[in-house]
């Protein structure tokens, strides 16, 4: 069975500053996808990026990337000129390429932005 | 993406009472999903409801417990039936959204129990 751990319960970052947040998996998969989610205190769960495990590019939306190291099965997230606005929960999430639908979730990590 | 929305946000109810929790969806879908997520924790999935069939359980969730309607590709609805306090949670639906089936969710419920 596929597992997810995120082992950082919490973070701080500097407003401006750059954090990364780490995930690791285990699956026996060669095909899948790795997510992070955000949810910050409002609760609405949000779609920060996705990573396809067939593509060796690193996924990249505007300040957030991942280092994706399929061998080392590690999937951490990077988020540049951190704002206030990106304090939130964010989960790494699993899921396989077809069949089942299932995610598989991190048991999150709390991103605190100092000012 | 989708524009998903539940009601009630929030509600605080007496044990042994149920409690009914609505999810719309702005467009047609073919699954969607319910979690719970007890404070401080991750997700956990309740069940899956695909339209026309019954609701798909995951283990130790029970439809007695859990009852699920889902009457069209746009709703569904998630009871929390007989509660205790133990089911004090935010509960969120989810649906799946675009090639990679990204998952996209409602705002969720806030349920506490008393």
């Known amino acids: 069975a596929q597992t997810v751990t995120q082992s950082q319960p919490e973070m701080s970052v500097q407003e401006a500053e750059t954090v990364t947040l780490s995930c690791t998996y285990d699956t026996s998969e060669s095909d899948y996808y790795l997510f992070w989610y955000k949810q910050p205190p409002s609760r609405q769960m949000i779609l920060v990026i996705r990573q396809e495990a067939y593509k060796q590019q690193n996924a990249t939306e505007n300040r957030f990337s991942v280092n994706f190291q399929k061998a080392a099965k590690s999937f951490s997230l990077k988020i540049s000129d951190s704002q206030l606005g990106d304090a939130a929960m964010y989960f790494c999430?699993?899921?396989?390429?077809?069949?089942?639908?299932?995610?598989?979730f991190g048991t999150g990590t709390r991103l605190k932005v100092l000012a | 993406s989708a524009v998903i929305s539940q009601k009630p946000s929030r509600d605080i109810c007496q044990r042994g009472t149920s409690l009914t929790i609505q999810c719309q969806v702005d467009s047609q879908v073919t699954m969607m999903f319910w979690y719970r997520q007890q404070p401080g924790q991750s997700l956990t999935l309740i069940a899956t409801a695909n339209q026309g069939s019954e609701a798909t359980y995951e283990s130790g969730f029970v439809i007695d417990k859990f009852p699920i309607s889902r009457p069209n590709l746009t709703f569904s609805t998630l009871t929390v039936s007989n509660m205790s306090p133990e089911d004090s949670s935010i509960y969120l639906c989810s649906v799946f959204m675009g090639e990679s089936y990204e998952q996209y969710f409602g705002p969720g419920t806030r349920l506490t129990v008393t």
């Open positions: 999430a699993y899921r396989t390429f077809s069949g089942t639908y299932k995610y598989i």
